[in-house]
């Protein structure tokens, strides 16, 4: 194989403008994956709503593009100039090394063809006509269009034809970078990476703020960004962390007044604070958090309300209509599930019994007993 | 079949309490489902981490269960006495009635027994291993414990035995009614009933608001909210229609201030400003909305943020990390898909180029200058 054509889907119905700017910044971003992982490459190029990328490498490169967003499918793919006796040969050795692959001894076969521009003379049914023929005179195989094994694709342009055995599915989503900044809050747990994994995936850069609570889970966290970040390319975004001062005055403080029920509220309350002002230095415009509903007793609308009042900011909750099997299996495939579950420091500061639906007014009330001043947000 | 097996989740894992509540929650919504379809019912009971529906329309009633939320798998089943031969010969029954329906010579099958109270005799693998040579003395086929056509389960409790050969699958979830309410926007496009489908599931009741546009739209929406109510037992939720009085006015003002790009921003903003005031008179604890990033160019991160800024309840958006194509087939599934493409009315004040990224300073002016004062939030 000597290409990899790479299919992309919703930036193909956009304007002829828009078009070009996300191709670019998909192209940088494949760039830029390959790269990072050391795969050569030759040339990245953008033709005819599609991207082809050269290279000898494909298998390894197919591999890393999995996890470029924007991409829906890949097929490392051999160019050749497009004349049918060269097609004919091309698509019988790649058939050939597709079938010892399969271990199949007559494997159906189908033959699609598709003219991207229009200069070969012959259409695309008599080119699977033609392709299809030569293949059955050369090899124990039959054609079937509906239930087959083997899919030979050959796709004409510009005087090439490329012609592939293997269509590989990607995440699809939008190249990230075309959809501006948001900080991702990770807590070391399963939740929050799945949830910054599907900003990712729409396009989000994410910048990944840790509020630390000890070493074990400081390095745990670290382990899931740099997961998270092959999913990255075309992002920045080095894991901040902050070491909050104001703890151990507010978890003092709640114990002196008697609700330590609220340290959770409070806790989550200051994470937001945090990430408001990063989001503000960094010029991100939402916070993606791991939230779902009624997963443990305290996830409750409630609380959440409450939580949402520490900044302007729109708070994006990806996970909030799944279940957590859903969230698992996402996180399996991610490969952050294993990380998440590794140990991580104990919270000793964590009630017996948290508050469960939590009061805007008294919470209020305490931080105002706290830090002297009402909770207020940055653009009230 | 004169029982129904009903599996659920997550509420198993909390504290005896909390799990008498949900299953409390559950069997109303089961008894509402069954009540509002039309299906006969004798009794729907609690049992060891397991609800038992008694019922002899139990085709019916399955079709009906798998639209509630909180259940995870349904099994139609015979109850009997907790003997062998009676076990025995129930099993042989339902194995022929599959085995017909399969249309299968010779299936291979399993039996799995589960002891839930332990006063039967035998052990489970030991029930598994009588029920097995029964059948096998029978029937022509084969027992196969990994690949099998067929699966035997039978369930002992309290002296009965629950004979089944069927598990259907639901949608989990949380039960209707244990995670508080929210507002839905519902504009009659494909992705708003998807998003307030994702919150019921995770048990939150919905209170559907649909701003209106013209008479074929609400007729449009009238029905897909009857179609989500079917996912609906345990809420309440008629349809709250709003016309908006200001709508004109501000049209005409943003044409004369040539700031026409901003309608649909405006629009949005007004919008939630309704749903703001509706959930405070209802008590709703959120704003539920259909936004995904992207899919549109006005869809971005800096308009969000401005149409945040209408209300200080959260605004939940399940579908903000899902690609168009699965939230189609999300759509499709429920049964909304084909409504949400009926004809509704032409917005005639869409503007040609809609603003992309808006400035929450420029609204904030426009704003001003419409009503006369700052957009500010309820709270605030």
Not at 153 to 179: N, R
Not at 206 to 229: A, D, F, S
């Amino acid at each position: 194989m000597n290409v990899i054509i790479v299919r992309y889907g919703e930036i193909g119905t956009k304007s002829r403008q828009t078009r070009r700017w996300f191709e670019n910044i998909l192209m940088n971003n494949i760039r830029e994956a390959l790269v990072s992982e050391g795969v050569e490459f030759k040339k990245v190029e953008a033709k005819h709503g599609r991207v082809l990328v050269r290279t000898n490498k494909a298998k390894e490169a197919v591999e890393v593009l999995t996890r470029v967003f924007g991409i829906v499918s890949l097929s490392p793919a051999m160019e050749v100039d497009a004349n049918l006796d060269k097609i004919n040969r091309t698509a019988l050795k790649l058939f050939r090394r597709k079938k010892r692959e399969l271990g199949l001894e007559r494997p159906r076969f189908r033959v699609t063809a598709r003219r991207i521009t229009k200069e070969f003379p012959l259409k695309s049914p008599e080119i699977q006509a033609k392709v299809g023929e030569y293949i059955l005179e050369n090899e124990e195989s039959e054609v079937n269009l509906h239930d087959y094994d083997i899919e030979v694709g050959v796709e004409l342009m510009e005087g090439k034809a490329y012609v592939f055995v293997d269509k590989v599915k990607a995440w699809g989503g939008l190249p990230i970078g075309t959809q501006g900044k948001v900080v991702a809050l990770l807590s070391g747990g399963i939740d929050s990476p799945v949830a910054a994994f599907l900003m990712m995936k729409r396009g989000v850069e994410v910048i990944p703020v840790h509020i630390y609570m000890g070493e074990k889970t400081l390095e745990k966290v670290r382990r899931i960004w740099n997961q998270l970040k092959k999913y990255h390319y075309g992002g920045k975004g080095e894991l901040i962390v902050v070491k909050p001062k104001e703890r151990e005055r507010i978890i003092e403080k709640l114990r002196e007044l008697g609700k330590e029920k609220y340290t959770c509220v409070f806790c989550k309350f200051m994470m937001v604070r945090h990430a408001d002002k990063i989001a503000k230095d960094f010029g991100a415009k939402g916070i993606v958090m791991g939230d779902s509903l009624g997963q443990v007793a305290s996830q409750t609308l409630e609380n959440m309300y409450i939580v949402s009042q520490a900044s302007d900011l729109p708070i994006y909750r990806p996970l909030v209509g799944l279940d957590k099997e859903e969230i698992v299996s996402i996180a399996k495939r991610i490969g952050t599930f294993e990380l998440s579950t590794l140990p991580e420091d104990e919270i000793p500061f964590i009630p017996k019994h948290p508050i469960i639906r939590g009061s805007w007014e008294e919470f209020r009330k305490i931080y105002r007993a706290i830090f002297g001043e009402d909770p207020g947000k940055g653009e009230c």
